[in-house]
């Protein structure tokens, strides 16, 4: 009779053993196969060849370069600017002569040099050099000048007791003209600094320009790029210097700072703005360049090598730059005969 066999139920049963199935093929079926991947990894999709493409062009980029905040490469147009840069030790890699150029003196000039220097000479069409100038009137010659390769500034304390000396460095704050940055690494390896600290935005870097103008000294006075410039300055009180800012408006004359014959790190801002707050406030000390001939303000290079010479004066004779040896000298605080005859020359006091 319908519902009433009594052939067992392997639905209901309770007994044990192998029972009939799918193996688990079923629920293996129900599972997902996961989230749905983004457009740009499904193949075939518009997206996944734009990926494509772009991947392709960044593994034929060049790799970037390490050791520091790097720009780019920086070009010097023009028969004399180019000339002058080459002159001057400027470390370009790749002089441009435009094809059938109608040579003179300059042209041959930088020729020669970029030649004896070593370096890549690429002849390129007119063409060319306007695209690569923007359309600038280069002559016939372009010049390019790789990134410069800035220093840390731990790297200035490292070379000063390298050579076992006191540091003697130099921070600018806001100097905006590369030829004031050039000038003022010229000073600093004339008067034994250890090297130069600016600022990586708002300011001047070492550019072709800048190269020109410290007449080649750049290739062995080391430049540093700090982000915060307060921070480098704590960093360099910390490490037992003292911290000195040129001001107008400063408490002591240069003629009476006798920390300069130590440890000391010299602040110089702009001609116009001077020192930012913040720096001012990190200076130990605020001093100002005496000028009797009514000048309200000197510029920052000019200013950096009076300090500069200041400082230089204290370590090599005291007593030459108003240190406690001051009284002992004739009338007027200059040397008189052989002393006088061997500054006049250039060379260090007796």
Known sequence: MAGNSQRR??????????????????RKGLEGRGPTPPASARKGHVKNRIANAKAKQSARRPAPRRGGPKGTNELVVGRNSVAEALREGV??????????IDSDERVREAIQLATESGMNLMEAPRPELDRMTNGLNHQGLVLQVPPYDYAHPDDLLAAAQDAGEDPLIVVLDGITDPRNLGAIVRSVSAFGGHGVVVPERRAAGM?????KTSAGTAARTPVARAANMTRVLESYQKAGLMVVGLAGDGDTELGGTEVLDGPVVIVIGSEG??????????????????????AESLNAGVAAGVVLYEAASRRAWPGWAGGPERSR???????RG?????MRNGLDPP
Do not use: F, H
């Open 338 to 342: 052989r002393g006088a005859a061997r």
């Open 9 to 26: 139920n392997r639905r209901t049963s309770n007994k044990k053993g192998q029972q009939v199935g799918s193996g688990g093929q079923r």
């Open 273 to 294: 703005k001077g020192l930012s707050r913040l720096v001012a406030e990190t200076c130990d000390l605020l001093v100002r360049i005496p000028m009797p001939g009514g």
């Open 91 to 100: 470390p370009a890699n790749t002089l441009y002569v435009q094809q059938y």
């Open 207 to 211: 550019t072709a320009g800048a190269w």
């Open 329 to 335: 000298l004739p009338r007027g605080g200059a040397p």
